[in-house]
């Protein structure tokens, strides 16, 4: 089986099948992950470019991680230590790494839509770890296969996605799989934080209570406060968020259900998530982490038609 | 002999002049005695000598064409020319080229160029450097020193040396004390301000309009909010100094509800809509195209309904082409870098051609010419005999391909590049010259 798309822009471009595709892929991959010999040599011939013009720790350790697994040729690209500094246009930085032979990129960028305008220049495949508030993907698809793993479902799964909406592309990405797979999403957080249309544009719930969130999720989805995406104060205080927002044992033991807790990481502890929740036996935030490897192993290895 | 002949035998024995024949023509101008009816139209030198079903004369050109429309020369009242400054957008020789072969024998440049048209010596820089264009090239001075929103531009003096009207252009002026300050010194010399109406403090931050697409591309969006409150904070401006104002590149259905109740109340507002929004919608953003990022942003199906139908309800006083060129590494990027703005004076009509098929020849007239000539007292003549000549020589069906090698401005930000267009500016006459495009 194969995609139906060629590079990996957004869930927004893939269908269920496809989404199915790269799950089971990711499975048999977290079974090699297993082994005592953690290796594949499925693309020994392909070199990949990690090209991050925004700063990322587990994204890009996970993508290089997941490229050496399937033991791929990988350099790695950071805007700061590059000629990007020099005021080199995103085109021809890539057109010249492009001119040494490199057969896929990974790109994170700070601006919605830059893989997209990558993909309509140039000839490699393009894999999308992130753009501006647009979407991010892979953590999308292994913040599914987390849920699927833990619950063993997705269709009629209810996510509640808690926090800074309007800011992330997990969210993006998240509500695009979630609903193209069938599941219930509810997006809670302080109105300033939630984009006015997102109920039409989605199909989902919207609600700034987080008690009645709990109340109602098998899943809470909690993501970070991202104030460097904030161009203007959306919230008085961080103190005040956590008062609104925050998820602390207190609330959940108030909620009395067993909610399943993540986090796509970094938490900003005592914010949105307090110490005992993130290290409960609820959280799967490590387990996320983990899964992280397998799934882009996946989205690599179908990306470079590769048959089984 | 008819006197047609005389005059052109006399013309040339001056050896100065430039004998032109219109042939077969229809006349679509609502001031015009000769409206809607098909004549023959001499023009000698840069005057209209003769109007009549047959003129049987020789000429230095002749132009017949099948479904040739002739409209007063159209006027374009808000587009960058880039000059001083950005010459690598376009220069006022690119920017006439281009609109001499979109139809246009007027335009109005807006002053955000380098320096910023705020003063006597930028307007007379304009003036003196355009006088051998084909185009009248028409400077908009600044409202405010260096369109900054902050003090006062000496608007009295620019007038004097040949500014048309007063507009901070692409920034618009943001204070309301500023702004009423600026209605009431405009009075001075029965002066008109333009505002392209946009709130940057609710904007500034967006890329596209707010709604179901912004939030499906992940792009923060400009809610259309900005634009009508704005309005509204205007007209009440304008009520309050009973002075007057010109909205351009007006884009949502609010926006002119606003303005009609305006013109209804009996207040001095007009206002214009760039051919794009009544073309194109967010919707065609789905592949973030850079060439249709524009302010104000391209916004939903609806308003360009409502836009489309307010232009033929007459709500609508003129077109404004909203021409920004911009250099193409401005425009091949990332979307959130790109900066606003596409080329529009080659394909204003034809949009618009497309975008309205049922509007009538001399609703095209009003909006492409007479309107603007009034609001902006252009004293622009009506196709009369002794009347000079500007003119625009158009077909409504025939078709053509919009390409980078017929495309005269610097600049190729276009999303029309390559698409073929219906409705064709088969040629202008302007200063005692015929540009005939191919």
């Known amino acids: 089986m194969k995609l139906s798309t060629k590079h990996l822009l957004g869930i927004k471009d893939l269908t269920k099948e496809d989404i199915q595709l790269i799950l089971s892929t990711a499975a048999n991959f977290k079974d090699v992950l297993q082994r005592p010999v953690k290796k594949v040599p499925s693309l020994r011939d392909v070199t990949i470019v990690n090209l991050f013009f925004e700063n990322s720790t587990r994204t890009r350790i996970s993508f290089e991680l997941a490229e050496k697994r399937l033991s791929a040729d990988t350099l790695n690209f950071t805007a700061s230590a590059s000629s990007v500094s020099k005021g080199e246009t995103l085109l021809d930085t890539v057109n010249n790494i492009l001119s040494m032979k490199v057969d896929m990129v990974v790109m994170r960028h700070s601006a919605s839509g830059a893989p997209h305008f990558l993909a309509q220049h140039i000839p490699a495949a393009i894999v999308n770890a992130g753009d501006g508030i647009n979407e991010h993907p892979t953590q999308g698809l292994l913040d599914a296969f987390s849920m699927q793993e833990r619950t063993g479902k997705l269709e009629g799964l209810k996510v509640a996605i808690i926090g800074d909406i309007m800011h992330s592309r997990v969210a993006m990405s998240n509500i695009y799989l979630l609903k193209k797979m069938g599941a219930e999403v509810t997006v809670v957080g302080p109105p300033t934080l939630i984009p006015k249309h997102i109920k039409e544009a989605f199909d989902v719930n919207v609600t700034y209570n987080l008690k009645e969130a709990l109340q109602w999720c098998d899943v809470a989805n909690v993501l970070r406060i991202q104030l460097e995406r904030q161009n203007q104060p959306l919230f008085s205080s961080l103190r005040e968020y956590n008062l609104a927002y925050g998820i602390s044992r207190k609330l959940l033991d108030e909620v009395g259900r067993d909610i399943v807790i993540m986090h796509p990481g970094p938490i900003n502890r005592g914010v949105e998530l307090d110490s005992d929740v993130a290290d409960s036996n609820n959280s799967i935030i490590l387990n996320q982490v983990e899964n992280g490897v397998a799934v882009r192993m996946a989205v690599l290895y179908l990306l470079a038609n590769r048959e089984n | ?438």
């Open chain 2, 1 to 438: 002999m008819t006197r047609a002949l005389f005059q052109v035998i006399f013309a040339k024995i001056l050896l100065l002049t430039m004998t032109i024949l219109v042939r077969k023509a229809l006349i679509s101008d609502p001031h015009s005695s000769f409206n809607n009816t098909v004549q023959d139209v001499l023009i000698v030198d840069n005057i209209i000598t003769d109007i009549a079903t047959n003129i049987n004369t020789s000429a230095d050109d002749v132009i017949e064409h099948e479904g040739m429309i002739l409209s007063p020369g159209w006027i374009d009242i808000f587009s960058d020319f880039a000059d001083p400054g950005q010459e690598q957008k376009e220069t006022l020789e690119t920017g006439a080229a281009s609109a001499i072969a979109g139809g246009f024998t007027r335009v109005m440049v807006v002053p955000n160029t380098n320096p910023t048209v705020d003063s006597k010596s930028t307007v007379e820089y304009i003036i003196q450097k355009s006088q051998s264009l084909p185009v009248h090239i028409l400077p908009l001075g600044a409202v405010t020193k260096s369109a900054q929103g902050k003090e006062l531009a000496e608007m009295y003096d620019m007038k004097k040396s040949g500014a048309v009207a007063f507009s901070d252009g692409i920034v618009s002026v943001q204070s309301s004390g500023l702004l009423m300050k600026a209605l009431q010194y405009v009075k001075t010399f029965n002066g008109t301000v333009i505002q392209l109406p946009d709130d940057k403090n609710m904007s500034s931050h967006g890329l596209m309009n707010e709604g179901i697409t912004s939030t499906r591309l992940g792009l923060p969006g400009i809610p259309a909010l900005a634009e009508e409150l704005m309005i509204k904070r205007d007209i009440d401006l304008v009520r309050y100094t009973e002075s007057k104002i010109h909205f351009t590149g007006i884009s949502t259905a609010n926006s002119i509800e606003l303005i009609r109740q305006a013109k209804a109340e009996g207040l001095q507002v007009s206002c214009s809509v760039t051919p794009y929004h009544l073309f194109f919608s967010e919707e065609d953003l789905l592949s973030y195209d850079t060439n249709l990022k524009v302010s104000p942003p391209l916004r939903t199906k609806a308003d360009v309904k409502a836009l489309q139908q307010a232009v033929l309800n007459g709500d609508v006083d003129c077109i404004a082409t909203h021409h920004f060129p911009q250099h193409w590494d401005n425009k091949v990027c990332e979307f959130e870098y790109a900066k606003n703005g596409m080329i529009g004076l080659q394909t204003a009509f034809s949009l618009i051609n497309t975008a309205l098929p049922d509007l009538k020849n001399e609703q095209l007239a009003e909006l492409f010419s007479t309107n603007a000539s009034k609001l902006f007292q252009l004293k622009c003549g009506a196709i009369e005999k002794g009347a000079a000549a500007e003119l625009t020589l158009f077909s409504r069906n025939q078709s053509y391909v919009f390409t980078k090698e017929n495309n005269k401005s610097k600049s190729s930000n276009s999303p029309l590049i390559n698409k073929e267009l219906s409705g064709k500016v088969i040629g202008t006459i302007n200063k005692g010259k015929l540009f005939l495009n191919n």
